[in-house]
């Protein structure tokens, strides 16, 4: 039999995504005996994003001001835009610190299944950031998979009239895996997208 | 790039039990699409922890008052003692709706390798409880593992001269388990412990 307000945490924590109910008792329990400061850190910490955390303006990456840091950073290349759906594929992409141009996030891929059609993503945003910024490449980063693929398609077509050169990110086997093990649509798209050394 | 907020918050949700960094960030942008009601629950339950939920100072089960509900609910069988290592441990025993009786929380087990030894477990209370209390049976629940049998072991023997009935949890095959994958230590237990039918 367990005190009211425990019970309260393990449930609240179950519904997060990835907890399961063992998860979330362990962490209730950890939380019980973790010292007042790093639970206060954690409570502080769910607070701050809901009071702090909006959308960018300009490429509605997540931000804590009217633009987001990347807009905001005059060091990144302003003549590249990488689209992707969501923001946590911003963080994706900047893991990589290979890129330095800025980005416009749609909110989704097309799918259907779900009702979400073009109307329903940043893409009317996009066309206008191509119509005022000087824009030199399109890189079209969303899902490798059916919506995201379905995305870009629509994507390419829609900036055909607009003469602005657009790339999609390469498909291929991912580095440090194994030949053996790879699907056949992943190996079809690396023998397709072979290169010359 | 991430807003600091976004940041903080799946630092601080990383560092918390079976929670990797993509689990984290996974929750992380849950939270920031979360109605703001969803995670107002949780902070105020992460806060409800700390502040109302405390040991029972009988058995030391969590507790929001001086005794658990457990030692407040008079139709608990006061003759029994179930030992346990943990409160979570208590949440086990009444998930099986099988355990009437009341509890006493070690808060943990005899572990030489983590330097801890009978003193730094609540060995005192118990025998003062069992000195003042009406007890006919105590049930050794701590983990069928080394520190669990070692203090199952040590309790026993503190309690031999106390003229007091001592069990211990059957070892044995899991419920629902597969004779072939069980390992040769259940297994060994499994026939030590056989029972005519």
């Known amino acids: 039999m367990f005190s009211g307000a ?19 008792s362990r962490i209730a329990f950890h939380v019980l005996n973790a010292p007042a400061e790093e639970v ?4 502080g910490a769910l607070s701050a994003v809901k009071e702090k955390v909006r959308l960018c303006e300009r490429c509605f990456n997540v931000a804590e001001a009217e633009r987001c840091a ?10 590249v835009i990488c689209v992707v759906e969501e923001p ?9 610190r290979e890129y330095h141009g800025l980005y416009h996030v749609l909110g989704g891929a097309i ?3 779900r009702g979400i059609g073009p109307d329903q993503l940043r893409i009317r945003e996009l ?9 030199a490449e399109v890189i079209l980063a969303t899902d490798p998979n059916i919506e ?16 602005v050169p657009v790339t999609r990110l390469a498909s291929g086997l991912p580095v440090g895996g194994d030949l053996e093990y790879a699907d056949e649509v992943t190996l079809s798209r690396a023998l397709e997208g072979r290169r010359t050394l």
Chains 1, 2 share one sequence.
């Open 148 to 163: 995201g693929e379905a995305t870009a398609t629509y994507l390419a077509r829609a900036l055909r009239t607009l003469e």
């Open 6 to 24: 425990l019970q309260d945490l393990v449930e609240e924590l179950a519904s997060l995504p990835g907890v399961g109910p063992k998860g979330a």
């Open 111 to 113: 799918s259907p299944i």
């Open 88 to 96: 946590k594929d911003v963080m994706a992409v900047e893991r990589t």
């Open 70 to 79: 990347v807009c905001l950073d005059p060091r990144r290349d302003q003549t």
């Open 127 to 135: 066309l206008g950031r191509l119509g005022a910024e000087p824009v």
């Open 40 to 43: 206060d850190r954690l409570v």
